[in-house]
């Protein structure tokens, strides 16, 4: 596939790409995972800028059915929205006793507002991140930063962890994709650790909603309470590989977090939909 999708050497091409995603789209995107390290430093660097891209466009392909439950809530003036009476009386009796123009910065709305989420995404880079891996991992950063409206970390962990992009930092979702293609796997997996670095990332957001997503097969190697640190956390959603989900199953039953699996990293963002926008 390396051979169709880079048939020179510093060049790839883009008619092939699509042709091989059609084919097969796990297979590939482990391929362009692949690539963004290639010695070759030209074919590096454009597998680099292709594969953000790449990643971000699967994602938008496949948008959330849902944010949340909004609800009326009492706003600065805006054209679309309807004047509150109630919120903006006094502006208007004082206006009407002095005979003066309303300044439309002082009225008041009533319209929906969306409940703010913040993100925290754990990626587990314990074993090796050669191919389907990182590619997975890169498709979760994918559709995370996508959803992202403000606050949004993304950690990756073995015995210790590393912050692709921390909550009070602002990259570019391709940059913050970058990063997460750039991982090396190795070393012990410290799953409580990672669980309470998330806590920490999350008591730093003023979002109303606070969602952490853990990409591992939860299989601790490195001492340390599990369970108690995924109590911690307001939501846990985990994504297992398919095959290989045991550990994760039981610790969502464990905690009551919501849990699914993923065959690949082309069905990463069905699978966070699954568990993501359950009602």
């Keep these: 596939m390396f051979g169709e999708i880079s048939p020179d050497v510093g060049e790839i091409d883009e008619a092939a ?15 362009v995972a692949r690539m963004t390290t290639a010695t070759d430093e030209t074919l590096r660097a454009l597998a680099r800028q292709l594969a ?36 903006s009386i006094d502006v208007l009796v004082d206006a009407t006793a002095t005979r003066s123009a309303v300044e439309v910065e002082d009225l008041r ?3 929906w507002s969306a409940p703010s989420t913040s993100w925290c995404l754990l990626v587990d880079r314990s074993g090796s991140m050669n191919g389907q891996p990182v590619a997975a991992a ?3 950063a994918a559709a995370v930063v996508q ?11 073995g015995r210790d962890v590393v912050a692709c992009t921390a ?11 970058d990063r997460v293609l750039a991982l090396n796997g190795h070393g012990t997996t410290d799953v409580a650790g990672a669980l309470r670095a998330a806590q920490a990332q999350q ?25 108690a640190a995924a109590r911690t956390l307001d939501e846990l959603v985990i994504v297992a590989p398919e095959g290989d989900s045991v550990e994760a199953a039981a610790l969502a039953e ?8 993923a065959a690949g990293p082309a069905t990463v963002v069905a699978a966070l939909h699954r568990v993501l926008d359950r009602s």
């Design 167 to 177: 909550m009070w930092e602002h990259h570019e979702p391709a940059d913050v994709i």
């Design 138 to 140: 890169a498709m979760a």
């Design 203 to 227: 008591m730093t957001a003023s979002a109303q909603r606070r969602v952490t997503i853990l990409l591992s097969d939860c299989r601790a190697t490195e001492p340390g309470d599990v369970v």
């Design 109 to 111: 709305v009533q319209a």
């Design 147 to 157: 959803r992202a409206e403000g606050e949004c970390a993304v950690l990756s962990f």
């Design 17 to 31: 790409l699509q042709e091989q995603m059609e084919l097969d789209p796990d297979a590939t995107l482990c391929t």
């Design 52 to 87: 953000g891209q790449l990643f971000l466009d699967l994602a938008r392909e496949q948008p959330p059915r849902g944010r949340g439950i909004g609800r009326m809530t009492r706003q600065r003036y805006r054209p679309d929205a309807d004047i509150d009476i109630d919120g």
């Design 254 to 261: 464990r905690v009551g977090a919501r849990w699914t699996t």
